[in-house]
């Protein structure tokens, strides 16, 4: 069963690298173009965990930062002759830790090709980190849930998946939000009884274990299979969250998704209208939502406007309902003819800044990591800068490929995200950046 479609399948593969890095954006004041042009600062190293001699793969793709400086990401690692593994990062006053690994459940494949793929905090040391791996026997995907309690990691585990789902089941996380009173929500998806890949939530309440996962209906006009996928969530309140995704409409045709919680109650998914001009495609997919105020959210992703070209978009909900998706025409500088962009996170701030992440294609036809801030409603574009040291004496055309998964904003306005990138040899690293922190 795909469980993974569009975009994601084609961006999350296994990575193969030897170290992290983390960078500085500096824009001088967000959102001007001319800020987008600051120079990069050097690179430094999110280390693997320490059991690690020699890394062959290493990524990060999710992140939660709680103040200026201080953050939390996850995503995965493996050495050489040794399995894939979730692992996370915590970054104290600016710095980085090296890598810690996380245990998974007892019944994980000896190589269970683990990851993490989302991570909300309530505080520094307070965190919750979703994903999924391969257990023995089937060898089919798993959810996992993995709590961290004052600083300390204990060993995750699978929750109970929807009373429809496949035996043996296969179902994933992609998303989790939390709120200040300790709530939190988790998206995914799961094998039904009849094969079909569907769309589950699950809940933890402000006191007291995760709940039983279940259904989130797809849209009306969604296939028999709807190959449903929901990989972004927000939450403005206690059970009033925003959670977004994709699904089929045919074998060729994706289309976007989202579905809003009222009262602890989830409303079935409604189709999101894409942008004048789309075409069908596998990627389109809102990926991303963040919800700065209570009465809004805002969403970004990616739909096709040709065979080999993809373009961001946005959209906005509010009191419920989702307006159509609007294109974002902004390109980074030194861009391709013709240019390709995707959006893979959001974050926003009450002041209506925001930090999108993703990737575009460049001028030497490779795909890499991309940046987006909005500012006073317009878009500005650039692409993220590797690693100093990464290609030597070669900059951004010299990467293969690289892209940016997740961002996480606090204050005024300071951010962080996280990615990998591919050096010139194919080798991939992961990555973290962030904006300074006097843009508190």
Known sequence: MPLLSGIVLAIRVVVSGTVGALIVLVPGSPGPAAALGAEHHHATAVRPPASTRVVQSTGLFATACVASGSCTAGGNFGGAGRPLEPMVATQSRGRWSRGIPLLLPPDAAAQPYAQVSGIACHSAGNCVAVGDYQNRGPGNLQPFIALESRGRWARAFTPRLPANAASPSSAQLEGVACTSNGSCDAVGTYQDSDGNAQTMMLAKPPSGPWGQATEIASPPNATANPDALMTGIACSAPESCVAVGNYSLSASRFAAMGAVEVRGAWHRATEIALPR?????????????????????????????????????AVTEVGGRFGRAMPIMAVPPGSSVRPSTYLLGVSCRPSGLCLAVGGGRNSSGHSVAMYMIRSAGRWDADFLAPPRGATPGQRQPSVQLSVLYSVSCTGRFHCGVVGYYSDRSGVTHAEAAATPADSD
């Open 277 to 313: 001009g789309a075409i069908a495609g596998t990627f389109t997919a809102i990926t991303s939502i963040s919800c700065p105020t209570a009465s809004q959210c805002l969403g970004v992703g990616q739909y096709a406007v040709s065979a080999t070209q993809s373009r961001a978009m």
